[in-house]
């Protein structure tokens, strides 16, 4: 009998197949990139809140089928399946009320009639999710529970998978994606939030980024004033790729290993080479308007300002999460990174760009804490009373950034240094217009620890298999299309694609590459308002 740990998170799935009686996991498979449209997850939330949560929900399960698919097990022997996500994922992929996560504020959900769910733990039988996607008439859905509607298991699993409970004196954690949770534990309190760092702080939204995936560039090095750049091969272990001149794009020397793109991690190491190289001077200005990491593999100005509201969405929350606990910045003495970035990425060039507090005294790098927590549900189900109890004593304060004051003032300094190169020395200015305290000093020398060498630590004897396209295609009725072909040639992600069928017009779209309602550039260009993007079907 086999169980299947899966983490739906923002950027992507992330699933293991393990088997039962031996425990060991024997196949990882992961997608590159989320399968509903958008960027983030507040596209998610809004493509299914203006399209349809059946839709949103449809495309989701159609994904997991994909996955186990790819596993090639008969799908009576899955005996369980343990799911871990944010509230909104775990709430489309069960097909349950998600507005009252879309909308803040009492007298809004009230004036909406929007009542907030409780989202305990679940456990039941696979087929009153998946009818008619897939048969699994043995298997078993665990679900964690959120603390709070705001927190979902993925937070919990990166409080309870790495050390950030048992501290005593201040800790933070993150969980690093494109909805970064974390969380700031001050004595018995605990206080989370969330930050929408966007696609880039995983290398998506880059011109050519990608998720942390065999050929992906991970980290940047200096070597004899060359960038010496690292490659994560086919089992995603980090290894040396080539020396390369980053101003002229000059291989000086060569490596089998083949980069096919650049992680948030990689853009993250080679912004701070750049600053502190002198390369880049004023951000975001480089020689030339761009990076070389590898032939055909670049970073660009436009690059560094997408990288650089992600970064500083990040920092503006950590520095607020401080702020409102009121703990002085010196005093933090643990950082908790998990997720893909916080495995991969360079704590100290992290710490100099501001996405790792600059001030903590020690810092842990962790890996993918969700499927962790997932596997241990899947390898022993009674692990659930114990996430349970530890979800009752966690009695956390959810800080909501959307209506802080304090973060959005830091985030504008952040954008400004960005985006327009305002200086440190201004940054601090405006801090203190708004009688806020100042960028924290540096502590010298902290303690890094790297507690593992992969985002997901062991992938199993069959390696890791990458669902590269999915192939779910949403399709609207366009039958006042003229076929002038003006959306296909709008649409940035080469997304749809109109086509005839029994002599009738649709719009088809891939649901993976389409940015969704955030973007609809699609309906705008349309000459004749042949396209609309709201009454869609999954296409099967």
């Known amino acids: 009998m086999y169980g299947i740990a899966l983490d739906l998170g923002t950027s992507g799935f992330r699933a293991q197949l393990i088997d039962l009686e031996s425990k060991k996991v024997l196949k990882t498979a992961i997608t590159m990139k989320h399968p509903l449209p958008g960027g983030n997850v507040m596209d998610h939330l809004d493509f299914a809140i203006q399209i349809g949560e059946d839709v949103a929900n449809e495309i989701m399960l159609d994904t997991v089928k994909r996955i186990f698919d790819e596993f090639g097990v008969d799908p009576s022997l899955i005996k369980r399946l343990a799911v871990c996500g944010n509230p909104i994922q775990l709430s489309l992929f069960q097909n349950m009320e998600i507005r009252d996560l879309a909308y803040a504020g009492e007298n809004k959900q009230k004036k909406l009639g929007v009542e907030n769910v409780v989202r305990g733990s679940r456990v039941f039988p696979a087929n009153e999710l998946f009818e008619g996607i897939m048969d699994l008439p043995n298997c078993t859905v665990i679900v964690p529970p959120a603390i709070k509607h705001e927190i979902g298991a993925d937070a919990l699993a990166m409080m309870i998978k790495t050390d950030f409970m048992d501290m005593d004196t201040p800790s933070m954690v993150t969980d690093y994606g494109t909805n970064a949770e974390m969380a700031i534990k001050v004595g018995d309190k605990i206080i989370t939030a969330s930050a929408a760092a966007g696609p880039a702080i995983e290398g998506q939204g880059i011109k050519c980024g990608m998720l942390a995936s065999p050929g992906a560039i991970s980290d940047v090095t200096v070597e004899d004033g060359l960038w010496r750049v690292t490659i994560l091969d086919e089992s ?120 790792c507090p600059n001030f903590a005294h020690n810092i842990v790098q962790f890996g993918n804490t969700s499927v962790a927590l997932a596997r241990d549900l899947v390898l022993d189900e009674s692990k659930l009373d114990e996430v349970i109890e530890m979800a009752h004593k966690i009695t956390a304060d959810h800080l909501m950034m959307a209506t802080s004051t304090v973060f959005s003032n830091i985030y504008m300094c952040e954008l400004s240094y960005w985006t327009q190169g305002m200086p440190i020395e201004m940054y601090n200015q405006m801090l203190e217009m708004y009688k806020l305290p100042p960028l924290p000093e540096t502590f010298i020398n902290p303690r890094i620890e790297k507690r593992v060498v992969k985002d997901i630590d062991e992938v199993g004897e069959g390696g890791l298999q990458i669902v590269s396209d999915l192939g779910i295609i949403i399709e609207e009725h366009a039958p006042e299309c003229i076929r002038c072909g003006q959306c296909e040639v709008e649409c940035p992600e080469d997304a749809i694609k109109i086509i005839e069928r029994d002599g009738e017009l649709y719009a088809n779209y891939n649901s993976e590459r389409c940015l969704g309602t955030s973007c609809r550039r699609c309906v705008a260009v349309c000459p004749v308002d042949a396209i609309h993007y709201k009454v869609i079907t999954v296409k099967h």
């Open 236 to 355: 995603m272990t980090e290894c040396k790729g080539h020396l390369i001149d980053p101003v002229t794009g000059e291989i000086k020397e060569s490596s089998d290993v083949v980069a096919k793109g650049v992680t948030g991690t990689g853009v993250i190491s080679a912004l701070a080479l750049a600053l502190e190289c002198g390369i880049m001077k004023k951000i975001p200005v480089l020689p030339n308007g761009k990076l070389f990491l590898d032939e055909g593999i670049e970073i660009f100005e436009k690059d560094i300002e997408e990288a650089g509201k992600a970064i500083g969405a990040i920092r503006a929350a950590q520095l607020t999460l401080m702020i409102e606990s009121g703990t002085a910045y010196s005093d933090l003495d643990n950082m908790y990174m998990a997720g893909a970035t916080g495995a991969y990425v360079d704590a100290n060039k992290a710490r100099k760009l501001g996405s």
